[in-house]
Every structure is written in structure tokens, then in C-alpha cells.
């Protein structure tokens, strides 16, 4: 078997590679076309996408196909594993780190504005009832009304989001506009998505809690399914249900992760937020990746 020489990002020489270890590396973000490479009968390093052996790990990806029918995939099992999704954004985020801590942060300061406008006519009714203790029917549902019309927009930018870190995973050009790409086609798809996911969910937390945090791990791709397969917002809920309640409780578990990851840049003087956000977005779409790609075949 052939043995390959790289030059890490680290500048330092690493040898005896094999061929399956670098596309395996490409795959995952951690080489790319210009990375310095040397064959064992070489005399000299050069770019990796310059072996014609590589040549089809950097072809452009083709985007992902709708699925035919969902129950093509719904006859298909998976392994979630949590720390190889967290180590491959990780990768991820490194090797594109400005735009991806850029192009993050841009939409995360467009929800918190979205957050902080809402709040202007939430906040003195919720003070109200801190302060005052003046509970009303009237001043509750007009809190929790302007929250679930405000999941909507959050949901259209968060799928932009989740577009543009599809595209990088799979090895696409990604752009900011590709970050707004939930204002495309899919918006109204999406806008109903946010808008019945929060009222079923307000709805099962109201009844019991639990049926509440059920529906929200059941949920949880819902979003890339609609603006990455193109689906319809309740074919999307549906699909993934069924899929997560697979294994419902590993989802679960990779959200406590997500979520003790995301604590973790605000512990790091909040700034740390900046990384560890992408961090867990890139994690969340390498286990959409695993759950709905297709299987292999031939």
C-alpha cells in the first residue's frame, strides 16, 4: 500500500500516511487541495489535489437529493456517535475558523436583536408581574403569544445557518448570502414549521413537561430537513420523529452535550460563545448527516 508525507498546519512533517488516512482527513475538513503532500517515490512535496489518486475527493459535491419517499429511510438504522460529531466540527470550525466564527456571530447578533425588539413590549408586563405581582390572563398570553410569533424568523435564520455548515461539511463553497438562504423558496415552509413546532411544544410543556421535552429532542431536524431536502414543515416533523425515536434517547444525550458545550463559551468569559456555538452547529448537522444520508450502495 502507498504511504504519503504531509505538511501539517503545524508546518512540521508528518509521514508514512496512507491513502484511505488522507480521505478520510479531506472528509473531515482537516486537508484541503493546497495541503503539501510528497509520495513515498517523490522528491519533492506538492498539492495534494495535484494526485489524480484525490482527484474525486475534491470534485464539487453535488447537493444532497430529496428523498424519493421517506420510508426509504425510515427502513434504515444508525449509530450516533456524540464525541466523533463534536471532534468533526471541532476540524471543522479550525480549519474555517474566521468565517465560520464570522458568519455565526452575524446571525447570532441578528437573533439577539430580533430578542432584544420583542423584549421591548414583553419586558413591562413581565416586570410587572416580578414587581408588582400583577398576574393576568391577558398579560401571560400576550408574552407568550409575541414568543411563539417570534420563533418563526428565529427558525428562518437559524436554517440558513445550518445551510451554510451543510455546504461546508460536504465540501461546497459557502458564502454569507448562503447564511440568509432561509429567506429563499423554503421561507414559508419554514415560518410554519416555527410556528407549529412552538405551539405543540408550548402545548406539551403546559400538559406535563415531559411530552414537552419529548417533542423537542423528537424534533430536533426538523429544521435542516425542510431547507436542506426541501420538505414540507409537517413531513419534516415527521420524518424526524420517527427517525430520532430510534434511538431517542442517544438525541437526548447529544443535546445535554450540545448544550454543555455551548455553557463552556459562556463560562469562558462569554466570548468563548463566539467558537463554541459554531462548535455545536457544526456537531448538530455531522449527526443529521449520520441519521439521513443515504445508504451506500454498490
Same mark, same amino acid.
Given at each position: 500500500m502507498a504511504t504519503y508525507s504531509i505538511i501539517g498546519g503545524d508546518q512540521k512533517e508528518y509521514g508514512s500516511v496512507t491513502g484511505d488516512d488522507l480521505r478520510r482527513w479531506i472528509a473531515e475538513g482537516r486537508l484541503n487541495a493546497q495541503t503539501l503532500t510528497k509520495a513515498e517515490s517523490d522528491a519533492e512535496f506538492r498539492p495534494l489535489? #495535484? %494526485?489524480p489518486e484525490f482527484a474525486d475527493a475534491f470534485a464539487p459535491s453535488v447537493a444532497a437529493p430529496a428523498l424519493a419517499t421517506p420510508s426509504s429511510l425510515e427502513e434504515q438504522d444508525y449509530e450516533l456517535d456524540i464525541g466523533r460529531c463534536i471532534s468533526r466540527s471541532w476540524e471543522l470550525v479550525k480549519n474555517n475558523f474566521w468565517p465560520v466564527v464570522g458568519v455565526s456571530t452575524l446571525i447570532l447578533i441578528l437573533i439577539v436583536g430580533f430578542g432584544q425588539i420583542i423584549g421591548l413590549f414583553t419586558r413591562p408586563v413581565i416586570n410587572a408581574m416580578i414587581t408588582q405581582h400583577q398576574f393576568s390572563v391577558g398579560g401571560i398570553?400576550?408574552?407568550? &403569544?409575541?414568543n411563539i410569533l417570534a420563533t418563526p424568523v428565529n427558525i428562518v435564520l437559524t436554517a440558513g445557518l &445550518?445551510?451554510? %455548515? &451543510?455546504? &461546508? !461539511?460536504?465540501?461546497?463553497p459557502a458564502t454569507v448570502g448562503d447564511a440568509f438562504s432561509g429567506f429563499g423558496p423554503m421561507i414559508g415552509q419554514l415560518l410554519l414549521l416555527g410556528l407549529v413546532m412552538s405551539l405543540l411544544?408550548? !402545548?406539551g410543556l403546559v400538559l406535563c413537561v415531559i411530552p414537552g421535552i419529548f417533542l423537542q429532542v423528537?424534533?430536533?431536524f426538523s429544521v435542516p430537513l425542510v !431547507?436542506?431536502?426541501q420538505m414540507n414543515f409537517w413531513n419534516a416533523m415527521e420524518l424526524s420523529r420517527k427517525m430520532v425515536c430510534k434511538h431517542w434517547f442517544m438525541v437526548f444525550a447529544f443535546l445535554i452535550v450540545y448544550g454543555l458545550v455551548v455553557m463552556a463559551g459562556i463560562i469562558a468569559c462569554c466570548i468563548g460563545i463566539?467558537? #463554541?456555538v459554531p462548535i455545536g452547529l457544526g456537531a448538530w448537522m455531522y449527526a443529521y448527516e449520520t441519521i439521513f444520508s443515504r445508504p451506500q450502495t454498490g
Open positions: 489535489s #495535484t %494526485f398570553s400576550f408574552v407568550v &403569544l409575541l &445550518l445551510k451554510y %455548515f &451543510l455546504m &461546508l !461539511i460536504r465540501g461546497e411544544i408550548l !402545548i423528537a424534533w430536533l !431547507i436542506d431536502r463566539l467558537v #463554541t
